[in-house]
């Protein structure tokens, strides 16, 4: 039996008694179809969760995505058992790059525990893939196994971007935006931006699995949308509402992976385009209870959208920019000025999304 399958069989099932997030399910073949009823979900759920679970099961490109997905986690399975002396030749430079290696162990500038997470990835930036600024940029950023897989992961960059592009424009349809291009033209793919593949391992030391242990602090996600293709649980939302949980507001809610789904969730740049009307939601991953995280280390593949370097961090027209500056989206994070920075029309600081980027980065230890 290959590593794969042996991984994929051992994978504990999900406990059930556990507090769910109450997710909506959203088809991605009745969005395909222009269903109304399905658009207007997709809109209720980013307005109030945050977060959904997105069905890919039924239509050609979701298909692929999963499919893609799942010869990522090969990929990820492969690259993450490389000696930690091979990973750590391709270590992103903090405040300087968003790809590369990421060791376990980071510390969130802003977690008053001071604890080390047990997480380690991969980011692989699209500009990289499609526009490299050298023609040894590959060979200095990332592993040999990598650049051998560069076919399957410009595909799954241009799927997984492809979708995200769908989901923005009806996002833009339901709010009635000025224009169906409104969020789009914010995330255009030939120019320069943050978005990335990431692969994921967590793996908790002495199989450590109480909520004390925290895989990836809790955060919100700072560009404009995620898709996550996970298989072992461990992801939790902050609860905002005892409406439709047992949960209390600031209590935290278990999201269940589901086969055969994504799970979608915007970011703080969504949240600042449409004036707080759009949610980002906060989240982090903890160890599953019952699992056993020594011979169960979680496996993710992320894509994350952010919008366009030079794209400014302001509301889109058709939504009142009443927050002044970005800081209020972020919590604890504070925009630094910068010789580029402009001003909106209230006399707020508005940043790029090129700086935004790299200062949320610098944030969270990235």
Not at 155 to 182: G, V
Not at 342 to 355: F, K, P
Request: net charge neutral; aromatic share 8%; proline share 8%.
């Amino acid at each position: 039996m290959n590593t794969t399958m042996a991984n994929q069989l051992s994978i504990p099932p999900f406990p059930t008694d556990l507090p769910l997030a109450p997710l909506t399910i959203i088809s991605h073949e009745k969005l395909l179809s222009h269903d109304p009823t399905e658009s207007s979900k997709l809109l209720s759920a980013c307005k109030n969760q945050g977060f959904f679970h997105l069905d890919l099961r039924t239509t050609p490109q979701g298909a692929s995505l999963l499919a893609q997905s799942s010869q990522l986690y090969n990929l990820a399975q492969v690259l993450f058992d490389l000696p930690l002396e091979i990973k750590q030749q391709y270590t992103l430079q903090k405040g300087v790059s968003l790809f590369g290696y990421k060791p376990a162990g980071t510390i969130k500038a802003t977690d008053p525990t001071r604890r080390p997470d047990a997480t380690e990835f991969f980011n692989i930036g699209k500009d990289d893939l499609f526009h490299p600024t050298s023609p040894d940029l590959l060979t200095k950023k990332y592993p040999p196994d990598i650049q051998a897989n560069l076919p399957l992961l410009k595909s799954f960059t241009t799927n997984s971007h492809t979708l995200a592009m769908h989901l923005l424009t009806l996002l833009a349809r339901e709010l009635h935006l000025p224009s169906d291009t409104a969020l789009t033209d914010l995330n255009t793919f030939p120019h320069p931006s943050g978005d990335h593949t990431r692969l994921t391992r967590t793996t908790h030391p002495h199989g450590d699995n109480d909520n004390d242990s925290i895989a990836l602090p809790s955060h919100t996600d700072f560009g404009t949308l995620t898709l996550l293709f996970n298989r072992l649980g461990g992801l939790q939302i902050e609860s905002t509402t005892t409406t439709t949980t047992t949960a209390t507001p600031g209590h935290w809610e278990w999201v269940k992976p589901l086969p055969g789904h994504a799970i979608v969730n915007l970011g703080d740049a969504m949240k600042i385009f449409t004036s707080g009307y759009l949610k980002s939601a906060k989240h982090r991953v903890v160890p599953l209870p019952g699992a056993d995280e020594v011979k169960n280390s979680r496996y993710s593949v992320v894509y994350f959208v952010r919008p366009a370097n030079h794209v400014l961090m302001k509301a889109v027209d058709g939504f009142e920019r009443d927050e002044g500056s970005v800081k209020a989206v972020a919590g604890k994070f504070e925009p630094k000025p910068t010789h580029k920075q402009v001003h909106d029309s209230e006399g707020g600081n508005v940043l790029t999304a090129g700086e935004w980027m790299v200062q949320r980065a610098v944030q969270l230890g990235n």
